[in-house]
Every structure is written in C-alpha cells, then in structure tokens.
C-alpha cells in the first residue's frame, strides 16, 4: 500500500509538470484555436536556460529563474508576432505546420546555444522533504505542487474575472466581433503566447533538479502535454491540470509495477482510451449555442 | 450637409476581386440611411470597408472629419462608429453583462458602470439573462445584446447588417422601433443593411439600392418605395398596368 501511495504522489509530482504543458497549449489554442507543437519547447528552454544561467552566468537560483522565464516569454512573444501573425490569414493546418517547424527550429538552437550535454541543477531548496509514515514528497515536489496551485488560481482568475482576460476569450470566440468592440485580437494571442511561454519556461525550471535538462527533453514534455490537454477537453483549463496530473500518474504506475520501458507510451494509451469513451475529453462539454 | 460619414469613391474587396466600385455616400446625425439589393450587391462588404474589417483599395471615408482609410477595426470601433455584424456574433460563451461590457472595451470603468443601467433599461429582457451565457438565447434577444453591446461605448454612427434576419414578424417589429427610437431619441447616424426592403426602406430617411458593387438609385425611403423598378425587383410587388 504504501508503495502504492508513494509511486503516486511522485507520478502526480511529474504529472503537475505535464498540467503546466497541458495549460500552454489551452491558453494558445482557447486564443487563436492553434495547437502550438512547439509548447513543449518553451519547457526545454526553462530547463537548459536555468541550468545555463546557474553554471554559465553564475547567477544566482532566483535571478536565473526569472530571467529564464522573461527568456522564454520572449521566445514565445517573438513565435507569434514574427511568425504565426504573418500568416495569420492561412488555415489552422497550416499555422499548426508552422509550429511544428518553430519546435524543429528552437531544438536545433538550443543545441548550437547549450550544447548536447546534459545539464544539472541542485533542489530549489527552502522546503524540507515531508515524511508522512514511510512515504515521503521530496521538496521540489513541493515547489511544483504549489506552484501549480498558484498557476491555476492565477488563470482561473485572469480568465474568469478581468476584463482583459474576458476579452482574450471574446476574441477568440468571435475574433471579427471582437475587432468591432475595439478589442485587438493580435494583442490578445500575442499574450496568450506571452503566457503559455512563460508557463512553460516556469515548469521547465522547475522540472530540471528532478529530470536533468537536455536539449530533446522537449519531445516528450510537448506530447505528453498535449495528450493531457486532448483528454482533458481540448480548451478546457481544468481538464488540462486533471490530465496532466492522471497521466503523470498512470505513467508512475506503468514504470513500477509493469516496466519503465513501457513508461513514455502509456500517456497515449490514456488518450486513446479517453478519447474511445468520451470524444470530446473528460471535461470537454458540447457548446451551447442557438441561432 | 457635410454628414457624421462620407464616402467618397470607396474600392474595396476581397482579393483580387473587386466588390465595390466607387461607392460615394454621406450619413448624417440624426438619420438612417437604409442599403437595399440582392444577395452578393456587397452590402456587408461595404460595411466591412467602413469598419476596417477589409481594407480598402481607394478612395476615402471620412467619419467626423477624420480620415478612417488604413486603420484597424479595433481602432475605428474605439472611435465612435460601431458596426453590428451580420448573424449577431454575440461571445457566446460569456455571460449577456460581460458581453455589454466587451462592448465597452478600453473605455473608463466608471463610464461602463453608468451605461450599463441605461443599456438595460433599453432592453429590458436582457436584464433577467443578465448572467445567462448570450449563446442560449433566443435569436431576438441575442440582436437586441449585439446592438446593446455596440451601444454600450455611446457610438455616434450605427452600421447594422441585416439586424431582422432570421427573426419573428413581431421582434422584427421590435427591432424597427429601436432603430426608430435611436435616431429619434438619441440622434444616432444609422446605416442600415436590410433584406427585408419594405421594412428597411419604411424606416429610412433616404436609401440606395445597390446591385454588383454600384449605387443604382438613390432617394428618400417614401420615393424608392414608390419606385415601380424598386416594387418589382425587391419588393415582389406586381407593378400596375399603366
């Protein structure tokens, strides 16, 4: 039993990771209707960036976390408005290929930028490990829990009650309509990469002291997001974080009680299921509208 | 009559496609200009060329004195002339306030605060839906929140397209008045895209009809009524033998 206890709360530790991925790609595509594949990306520049700025710059843990993130904001910010707004009249599929080429193009750099070697970074620190009876959450288990708590307030809250974020989903909802309220909905889904990106670079830092950071850790943080917001209900900020966190889970379980070996496919074993049982995802409802 | 908007041999279109082929007008405060044609005469391609949704390709427009050629649709909106968009387009996943108050995008919050009451004395039914997503409602009330959504930033000029399609002989009714009353009572400028020709043109103080991208005749609203080529070609009217 307590293993059992003990695998899940390490996979739900990981699996808040892929929440802050799955939110990257909720925010973009709930405000351009675009998966942006490069998502997983901005998680390995918050990885390489923070282990660069730590052994590189030498600065110090907090300072090279916040310049890690504004970094990789950036990056994000630069992907929209250098790239995707020029084409923003071609079709979904289209700007999809786009940000599957970006994701190829951010790889290839952080290569040449950080090299291929794996980098490390110490525990942020702060918190001690908890210890409850034998099973124990380490302590960057602990940043990474609450910072997702603190993410998903933090969004529900933009989203759910400023004008600005209501006026992020206007936009995508009806993005003519919106223009005519005087909203602009270039500004809005530049922010949304503004968001998602920094999401990412804060999760990819976070992750490095428990999984190392390595230019290809992209890969699989993009897709494993982008299973988890699938399951969740594409769109659907909530179903996002419960996918990331079921996923990381189920993961855990496959990796101690069948074999590690299996461990990276299983987030698509979940998908499909998911998806077989419920089309629309776990959170994903019809939309309501009449004419 | 220098007018609240001028046109003056607007070319706009899609592509390489020309829609409009020098189209001049003026609206003035205080009066409904009423647009009139067939399917596909460009209508709301020209409602789209005033309101920056489509650049245009020449000419000028002019709102207020100022020159609106080249600027962003979010821009003009801000700018006092609102246009309501054929099919409504409500955010139909927020609530009817938030709508109302999207309406009021970039203004100052105590100005959204005092025109919130007045737009739901307005409409008085939008009041009870108040926190209701708009996309459950009926096709009526979702008009009456896009026009209550254009209204919410005090525009000086009105463009509606097409605001009764779709609807019930009596909220068609509905909307006429409000058209009415916003002039009458508020002294908006309206430029207003009808389908329904008799009502639009009931309404209008003057009116074009217009056909592949042109103005073909111009006149008060009683005249073109009147207008045997206009009975026969919109209004299904049997022309009387002469």
């Known amino acids: 039993m307590s293993d059992f206890l003990q695998i899940l709360i390490s996979g739900g530790i990981v699996g808040c990771i892929y929440a802050m991925a799955a939110l990257g790609f909720t925010i973009v595509f709930n405000a351009t209707r675009v998966v942006n594949f490069a998502n997983g990306e901005f998680l390995m520049l918050g990885s390489l960036g923070l282990a660069g700025a730590i052994a590189t710059a030498g600065l110090p843990l907090w300072l090279a976390v916040i310049v890690t993130i504004l970094c990789t904001t950036l990056v994000g910010v630069a992907m929209q408005v250098v790239l995707l707004d020029h084409a923003r009249s071609a079709d979904e599929l289209t700007l999809v290929m786009l940000t599957i080429g970006t994701g190829l193009a951010l790889r290839g750099a952080a290569a040449l930028v950080f090299g291929r070697e794996v980098a490390f970074v110490q525990d942020f620190g702060l918190f001690p490990m908890i210890l409850i009876g034998d099973i124990y959450v380490i302590s960057q288990g602990v940043w990474i829990a609450l910072t997702l708590v603190c993410v998903s307030i933090g969004l529900w809250f933009l989203f759910a009650r400023t004008t600005f974020g209501k006026a992020m989903r206007a936009a995508s909802q009806e993005p003519r309509a919106a223009a005519l309220c005087g909203i602009e909905p270039r500004r809005a889904a530049a922010t949304a990469f503004a968001l998602a990106a920094a999401l990412g670079g804060l999760a990819g830092a976070l992750v490095t002291p428990i999984s190392a950071a390595f230019y290809e850790n992209g890969i699989f943080l993009g897709l494993k997001g982008f299973a988890a917001a699938v399951a969740g209900g594409l769109g659907n900020p909530l179903g996002a974080v419960v996918g990331g966190l079921v996923i990381g889970m189920v993961e855990a379980m496959t990796a101690g009680y069948v074999s590690s070996g299996y461990k990276d496919g299983v987030a698509f074993i979940v998908l499909l299921f998911v998806l077989l049982l419920r089309p629309t995802g776990l959170f994903g409802g019809t939309s309501v509208n009449r004419v | ?242």
């Open chain 2, 1 to 242: 009559m220098t007018g609240l908007l001028r046109l003056d041999n607007l070319v706009a279109g899609y592509g390489s496609l020309t829609v409009l082929k020098g189209l001049s007008l003026s609206v003035a405060k205080g009066e409904i200009v009423g647009l009139v044609g067939a399917n596909g005469a460009g209508k709301s391609t020209l409602l789209n060329a005033i309101s920056g949704v489509i650049p245009m390709r020449s000419g000028s427009i002019l709102f207020d004195g100022e020159n609106l050629g080249g600027r962003r649709a979010a821009a003009i909106a801000r700018a006092g002339l609102r246009h309501v968009p054929e099919g409504r387009r409500v955010f139909a996943e927020l609530s009817v306030e938030d709508n109302l108050r999207l309406g009021a995008y970039g203004t100052r919050n105590d100005g959204i605060e005092k025109r919130l009451p007045e737009i739901f004395e307005m409409f008085p039914r939008l009041v009870e839906r108040r926190h209701q997503a708009a996309g459950t409602m009926s096709g009526g009330e979702q008009q009456m929140l896009a026009i209550g959504r254009a209204l919410m930033a005090k525009p000086r000029l009105l463009m509606l397209d097409e605001p009764s399609m779709g609807l019930a002989p009596l909220v068609v009714a509905e909307i006429f008045r409000l058209i009415r009353s916003l002039r009458d009572d508020f002294g908006l400028g309206i430029l207003l895209v009808e389908q329904n020709a008799r009502a639009a043109l009931r309404v209008s103080d003057r009116a074009c009809v217009m056909a592949l991208g042109r103005f073909e005749l111009e006149g008060t609203g009683r005249e073109l009524l009147r207008n045997p080529a206009v009975t026969q070609a919109f209004l299904g009217a049997v022309p009387r033998p002469v």
